[in-house]
């Protein structure tokens, strides 16, 4: 399960995972997000995989989230994704989305293995896209 919140003073979408999260519900965190803030000119996630535990089928679940990614980021100007783990198999995972997102443009990703440092790395990404 994805459970998606707005945190106005900060002007990020808190994500948060918990169980299991398969492709299915990925694929749909992403549309609901496109979906509920699509008027935003930029968009800032914090991605709190804390709870959860990703069922992935590494490399074909990978290409078909990027597909759903390249289909909707052209309205945007940036989208930045902090994404907070501590279990391993999700830090591995984690990191090879990172190699796919750097592919696109306009598209900031980074892993924390902290909340506080995701927050102020997202808080950097605002400033410097001055949104």
Known sequence: MIQLE????KNIIHATRSGEVSIDQLL????????EYSSYKALYILDDVTASKS?????????????????RIDKYESIALAVYVEDPTDTAFSFLFDALFSQI???????????NSAFEWLAEQQSLNNY
């Open 6 to 9: 707005y945190e106005k003073n």
């Open 28 to 35: 749909d965190y992403v549309c609901r997000i496109d979906q």
């Open 55 to 71: 069922v992935l089928d590494p490399p074909y679940d990978f290409s078909d989230i990027l597909k759903e990614i390249n289909l």
């Open 105 to 115: 443009d306009k598209f900031q990703f980074q892993t924390f293995s902290t909340k």
